[in-house]
C-alpha cells in the first residue's frame, strides 16, 4: 500500500515543483518498499525504478517545445489489392533514383527518401498495406504520419479500400487519396469522389479537407503533385522532432545479411542517430558499427524521420519494435536482461496457468469415470478408464505425462518475422489438410538457443531453422539432450524434411 502511495505521488507531482533530491528520496524509499514487500532483488527493484523515470523524463521532454525542429512526413501507401500500391511505390522510389546520380542500387530496406526540388523531404514505408501497418501499430509503435490511400479509377472503393479508411481512423492518421490508373480510358475519378463520400473521406472538391489526387502510377503522371499534397498536408499538421537527446525510434525491418551480420532498418523518430549510439530494441541492443542508407551508402549521422540500416545488433530485433538509446553498453545489457526477466516471468505464469487447468480437467474427468462405471466390476472399471485415457492421450499428444509416439511438437526459428509467418503459413495447411498432429511448442526469430533445445527437450520435440544457425555449443547440447536440429535455407527443403519426420512417427499411431 504504502509503495503505491508513494508510487503515485512520484507520478502525480509535477516535474517543476519536485526538486532532483526530493525526486531521489522517494524513489529510494519506493525501492526498499518494494524490496521488502516483494522480496524482489534490490537491483531489479532498482530497474523498474529506473524505467519509470524514463518514461516521467519523455513525458517531460515533449513539454519542451523550445528544441523541436520540423521533420519530414513518414507516409505509408494502403489501399485494396491491384489497385497500385506498389506500382506508385516504384515509381516514386524511381522518381528519386533520377534525382540522385545513376547507378545506385535501391534496396528495399523498409523505406526510402524522396527529396523534392524544393528540398522538402518524404519518407515512404515500402511494405504497402495494412498487415505490416497494423502489426506496427498493435505494438504500439505508430510510425506512420500521413497515409495515402490507394484507390484505381476503373474500379472504385472496394473493400480493402474501406478498411484501410477504418485503419487510418482509427489510427487518427490523415489521408491524401491517389486515384490510381487515371490513364485508362475506363478511368472514371469523379466516380471515386462520390463514392469515398459514402465512407465519410470528403475530397475538397465536395468541400471536405482531403486532397484528392488524379495520379498514374504507370506513366508517372502527377507524381509531383502528390508530393506536392504531401507535403502541404505535412506542413498542416506541424510535425516537429527534437533532434537532439537520447534516439528515440522504431525498427521497421530486420534481417540477417551475409556481409553485415544482423541489420535492422530503422526510423528515427526523436534524436540524432550516430555511429557508436548504444540501442536498445525489444530484447536486443547495438553499438552502431555503420549506417547506411537506401542505396547502401555509409551515413555518419540520421536525424528525425530518416530511415536507416543499423549495422552492430547482437540479436536480431523485430519488426514493430521501439528503438531507444542509452547511455553505456552496460545499461543496455541491463534493460535487455530487465525485459528478458519480465518476459520469463509472464511466460511462467502462462505455463503456470495452463498446467493447473490440465490438473483440473484431469480430476474432473477421473469424477466422472467413476460415476459412471460405479455399477460395474473392478476388472470392467479399469479397462474403461484405460480406454478413456488413451482417447485423451490421442486428443493430447504432447503432454510429457501422457507420453506418446504420435504427434511431434516443434520449434520454428527464422531469420526474419517474414520467412517465420510463411513457415507457420505452410505448416497450418499442411495441418488442417492431413490431420497430422504437430504441436508448435515454441517459433521466433534468431539462432538456437539454449532455451530452445531445453524447451525440446521438455516437449521432446524437434527444432527447424531457416535461415539461421545454431552454434557448436547449441549443437553439443542438443545432441547430449537427444534433440534433432534441422537447419535449412530453402522453405519447402524444410517442409519436405518435415513430412518425412511427420511420416516416420506416424505408424506408431495405428
Ligand atoms: P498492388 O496490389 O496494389 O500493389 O497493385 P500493383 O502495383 O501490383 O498493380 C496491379 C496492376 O495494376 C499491375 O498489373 C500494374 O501494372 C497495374 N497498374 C498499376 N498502376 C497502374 C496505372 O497507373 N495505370 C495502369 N493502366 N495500370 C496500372
Redesign the pocket.
Known amino acids: 500500500k504504502d509503495a503505491d502511495h508513494v508510487f503515485e505521488a512520484l507520478l502525480n507531482t509535477p516535474a517543476e515543483s519536485q526538486t532532483l533530491e526530493e525526486e531521489e528520496v522517494l524513489e529510494e524509499r519506493w525501492i526498499k518498499e518494494v524490496v521488502t514487500r516483494s522480496g524482489m532483488k534490490y537491483r531489479w527493484a532498482r530497474l523498474a525504478q529506473e524505467k519509470e523515470r524514463e518514461n516521467r523524463d519523455a513525458s517531460r521532454r515533449v513539454l519542451a517545445p523550445a528544441s523541436l525542429r520540423p521533420r519530414p512526413p513518414v507516409v505509408t501507401i494502403m489501399?485494396h489489392?491491384?489497385?497500385?500500391?506498389?506500382?506508385l511505390l516504384d515509381a516514386l522510389r524511381r522518381s528519386q533514383l533520377v534525382e540522385q546520380e545513376a547507378g545506385g542500387i535501391t534496396q528495399h530496406i523498409g523505406a526510402f527518401l524522396v527529396a523534392l526540388p524544393t528540398g522538402e523531404q518524404i519518407t515512404f514505408l515500402d511494405t504497402?498495406g495494412h498487415a505490416a501497418f497494423t502489426s506496427m501499430r498493435a505494438r504500439g509503435a505508430n510510425a506512420t504520419d500521413i497515409i495515402i490511400l490507394?484507390v484505381a479509377a476503373d474500379d472504385g472503393v472496394m473493400n480493402q479500400t474501406v478498411e484501410s479508411i477504418q485503419h487510418a481512423k482509427n489510427a487518427r492518421v490523415p489521408v491524401i487519396v491517389a486515384v490510381?490508373?487515371c490513364?485508362?480510358p475506363q478511368a472514371e475519378p469523379e466516380r471515386v469522389a462520390r463514392e469515398l463520400l459514402e465512407h465519410g473521406v470528403v475530397g475538397e472538391e465536395h468541400g471536405g479537407d482531403v486532397q484528392v489526387i488524379p495520379v498514374?502510377?504507370?506513366?508517372g503522371d502527377n507524381l509531383m503533385l502528390l508530393a506536392e499534397a504531401t507535403v502541404a498536408l505535412a506542413e498542416v499538421l506541424e510535425l516537429k522532432a527534437d533532434p537532439g537527446g537520447p534516439v528515440e525510434g522504431v525498427v521497421i525491418e530486420s534481417r540477417t545479411d551475409r556481409g553485415k551480420g544482423a541489420v535492422a532498418s530503422v526510423i528515427v523518430q526523436q534524436g540524432t542517430l550516430r555511429r557508436g549510439c548504444v540501442l536498445v530494441a525489444g530484447r536486443s541492443w547495438a553499438k552502431v558499427r555503420f549506417l547506411f542508407d537506401e542505396q547502401d551508402k555509409a551515413l555518419e549521422e540520421a536525424g528525425p524521420s530518416r530511415a536507416v540500416q543499423v549495422v552492430g545488433w547482437k540479436d536480431l530485433p523485430s519488426a514493430g519494435e521501439e528503438l531507444l538509446e542509452v547511455e553505456s553498453e552496460q545499461r543496455a545489457r541491463e534493460v535487455v536482461e530487465w525485459r528478458s526477466y519480465e518476459e520469463e516471468q509472464a511466460q511462467l505464469k502462462e505455463e503456470h496457468k495452463v498446467i493447473q487447468e490440465r490438473q483440473q480437467e484431469h480430476q474432473e474427468r477421473y469424477q466422472e469415470q467413476r460415476q459412471s462405471t460405479a455399477h460395474l466390476s473392478w476388472r470392467q472399471r479399469k479397462a474403461a478408464l484405460y480406454r478413456a485415457n488413451r482417447q485423451q492421450a490421442a486428443m493430447r499428444p504432447s503432454e510429457k505425462t501422457e507420453k506418446n509416439q504420435h504427434c511431434l511438437p516443434l520449434i520454428v526459428k527464422g531469420d526474419v518475422d517474414g520467412s517465420v509467418e510463411a513457415i507457420l503459413g505452410l505448416l497450418e495447411s499442411y495441418d488442417a489438410h492431413d490431420q497430422c498432429q504437430m504441436e508448435l511448442v515454441h517459433f521466433g526469430v534468431g539462432e538456437i538457443s539454449e532455451k530452445d533445445v531445453n524447451l525440446a527437450e521438455t516437449f521432446s520435440g524437434s527444432i527447424y531453422g531457416f535461415n539461421v544457425s545454431a552454434s557448436k555449443s547449441i549443437l553439443r547440447l542438443a545432441e547430449k539432450k537427444g534433440v534433432q536440429i534441422h537447419l535449412h535455407n530453402i522453405i519447402y527443403k524444410l517442409i519436405d524434411g518435415l513430412k518425412e519426420e511427420l511420416s516416420s512417427t506416424l505408424p506408431a499411431l495405428l
Open positions: 489501399g489489392v491491384d489497385h497500385g500500391k506498389t506500382s504497402p490507394v490510381n490508373k490513364d485508362k498514374s502510377a504507370l506513366k
